[in-house]
């Protein structure tokens, strides 16, 4: 994990660039990949080599902002058109990394993790859309077809409900098992590869990686909202 103001990091081998410059944080992909997300700004199926969050506050997004297009505009300004967007109200600062290999498959990952806006599936909570979000990159080397891509972006997802249930966030019916507005983006190079499950070596990375990068930034959320003195909250 990390608590650079300002900085790189680099997750070794098959790596991830990560650069800090609050409220930005950018991650550079091994190189060109192919990139498939729900993100606010380039989601979809988009070609890329850089994931970029924007950090904000209440006060930079109103209830009846676009704040997709709010985000798209400041990544325009800072030339960065090409790149997938993503917003957190999570201090970017604390993002998470982790890799993982298996049999022929390197995976690497890059999360932030705020669970303020903590759900449980299939029981949405009332009163709206809170600030919090989990949002992370996972790149693996393998060259996955688009349907294996898709599998594997699903185990993503899974990997990233596992750690949350890990942590023991409790609701209103039960543990949570996520956010209502987390977004994951799982970057491979195109290719022929056709299955990518839990039984696959590229699975098995993915899950591990993911896995590991949001239990991390999970736990650190989570000790990090624990009362600092009997009479105040401490500041997530």
Not at 162 to 188: N, P, Q, W, Y
Request: hydrophobic share 45%; charged share 20%.
């Amino acid at each position: 994990s990390s608590v650079m103001v300002r900085g790189e990091r680099v997750v070794s081998r098959w790596s991830l660039r990560c650069h800090l410059e609050r409220p930005w944080l950018e991650v550079v992909l091994p190189r060109s990949l192919r990139c498939l997300s729900w993100a606010p700004v380039g989601g979809g199926w988009r070609t890329t080599e850089r994931v970029v969050w924007r950090e904000v506050r209440d006060a930079d997004l109103g209830p009846d902002l676009d704040a997709a297009a709010w985000l798209a505009a400041r990544m325009e300004a800072r030339g960065q058109t090409d790149a997938i967007g993503l917003l957190t109200s999570r201090n970017v600062a604390c993002f998470t990394t982790a890799e993982a290999g298996a049999g022929q498959a390197q995976a690497a990952a890059c999360a932030t993790v705020g669970l303020s806006n903590a759900e449980r599936i299939g029981q949405r909570r009332g009163g709206g859309a809170r600030a919090g979000t989990i949002n992370v990159v996972c790149a693996v080397d393998a060259a996955l077809s688009e349907a294996a891509q898709i599998e594997a972006l699903s185990i993503a997802v899974e990997a990233r409900t596992a750690a949350v249930l890990e942590v023991g966030l409790g609701l209103d019916g039960g543990r949570a098992t996520g956010t209502g507005t987390d977004c994951l983006v799982l970057a491979c190079p195109p290719g022929t590869a056709a299955y990518a499950g839990t039984h696959t070596d590229v699975g098995e990375a993915v899950g591990r990686t993911v896995y590991d990068a949001v239990f991390a930034g999970a736990t650190e959320w989570i000790a990090a909202s624990q009362p600092k003195t009997p009479d105040g909250p401490g500041d997530p």
